[in-house]
């Protein structure tokens, strides 16, 4: 069992950088994969970043790339998503999802999710 708390989010203007957090809890927390996914109102919720259990691989949405970076801490059973340069365009509920050492952009391929962090930025 693996439970997941994000935290971070919030107000930003376009261009300014947020860095969002996923506390996780569990003792094999490090062999999950982990990836972030965002939903606008109205929209699907899509992939934007994952990293491999080992830290050794990460996948990131086309949108995103460059902008945002994705790291973990196993010993802190944490992981992070760096946005900079942010856009209108990235405001959503951001989600952290965990599943067992394989590494998928498919929402349905991941066991546990967190409840989420509003990012929100304003033009």
């Known amino acids: 069992q693996v439970q997941l708390v994000e935290s971070g989010g919030g107000l930003v203007q376009a261009g300014g950088s947020l860095r969002l957090s996923c506390a996780a809890s569990g003792r094999t927390f490090s062999s999950y994969s982990v990836g972030w996914f965002r939903q606008a109102p109205g929209k699907e919720r899509e992939f934007v970043a994952a990293?491999?259990?080992?830290?050794?691989?990460?996948v990131y949405a086309d949108s995103v790339k460059g902008r945002f970076t994705i790291s973990r801490d196993n010993a802190k059973n944490t992981v992070y998503l760096q946005m900079n340069s942010l856009k209108p365009e990235d405001t959503a509920v951001y989600y952290c999802?965990?599943?067992?050492?394989?590494?998928?952009?498919?929402?349905?391929?991941?066991?546990?999710w967190g409840q989420g962090t509003q990012v929100t930025v304003s033009s």
């Open positions: 999802a965990a599943e067992y050492r394989a590494i998928h952009s498919t929402p349905g391929s991941y066991d546990y």
């Open positions: 990293i491999r259990w080992s830290g050794r691989g990460t």
